[in-house]
């Protein structure tokens, strides 16, 4: 009788590692809201966009959007264990929120932060974040295309980090 192999059973499956995409105030509007300044692309088009770039990677990612200022900060808490990094647009909370910056200021991985238009071309009040501060990078003005920057950057620090280890 010939000798034959035994084909290991699959063991349980190790999850991948996994971003946090957060969107602030409003963004569940994208597509419909002031289409001249943030383009015609949904929140759902922009989180399928991240989903696959991520993946290509190697890593998931969870997409939570809230229009309430406590509502993000809960998820950054929330993630602080269980996601490798994280991509913010905050909105409105951008400039106005020090709990938000407390909050990610805890978050002990790489912060992106994104906004779809330019802030700095647009009124005085949005100039300043309270943000950038805590970020690693800040990507402002390339559309829903900067959400795939900010994982393509996310994805460089990560492998960089483990690169010096």
Excluded at 33 to 47: F, K, M
Excluded at 54 to 74: F, K, M, P, T
Excluded at 119 to 136: G, I, K, N
Aim: glycine residues 8%; aromatic residues 4%.
């Amino acid at each position: 009788m010939p000798a034959t192999t035994a084909e290991a059973a699959p063991g349980p499956m190790t999850p991948r590692p996994e971003i946090l995409v957060l969107n602030g105030p409003n963004l569940n509007l994208l597509g419909e809201r002031e289409p001249e300044i943030y383009g015609r692309t949904t929140l759902a088009d922009i989180e399928a966009m991240c989903a696959d770039t991520a993946a290509e990677a190697g890593l998931d990612v969870r997409c939570i959007q809230s229009n309430h200022e406590g509502g993000l900060i809960d998820a950054v808490h929330a993630a602080r264990r269980s996601t490798v990094g994280a991509i913010i647009n905050a909105g409105a909370y951008t400039h106005t929120s020090l709990a938000l910056h407390d909050a990610l200021k805890s978050y002990d991985h790489p912060i992106i932060e994104v906004h779809l238009s330019n802030p700095h071309a647009r009124e005085a009040v949005r100039h300043h974040s309270y943000l950038s501060p805590v970020a690693a990078a800040v990507i402002a003005g390339a559309g829903a295309r900067g959400y795939v920057h900010a994982v393509e950057i996310l994805i460089d620090h990560l492998t960089n980090a483990k690169a010096r280890l």
